[in-house]
């Protein structure tokens, strides 16, 4: 499967110079943890960073920051890793493990944002398929006790 089949397509993204709180009531209102920070370039959106709800706990709230003292841009983790939408996705989740990294913004040829791939969407892919191979043992099972009888 490639990463382009299993990321969702629908971004949160919002711009570096934006208001912490503006980025933090994005990851509220569409129940997320993270947007993508994003830069226009020739008419794509172009991922320059990712800010998380850790992010904010960690950077912000556990050291007592003003967030009106701080941009998304001062935040951000600036060494962003990403996805493109042809790669294999077993090899895109071996890439996530060695990083450490939970959620990974997809792009196409030209690095435009098209998606984002994070562990719950994986998670959800491989109990889909655990979900097809039990199915599978049953049918296997019934069609033995008909062939048998």
Known sequence: MLVGEACNR?????DKEAATKVAIGLMRDYHVGDVVVVEDRLGQQIPVGILTDRDV?????AED????????GDIMSYELQVAREG???TNTIKKMKHKGIRRLPVVNEQGGLVGI?????????MAELMGDLASLVKKEQKKEKKTRK
């Open 117 to 125: 791939l994070t562990l719950d969407d994986i998670i959800e892919i």
């Open 10 to 14: 629908e971004v949160v993204v919002v």
């Open 57 to 61: 706990v960690v950077e912000l709230l």
């Open 65 to 72: 920051v003003d967030l009106d003292a701080v941009s998304v």
């Open 87 to 89: 790669d294999e996705l």
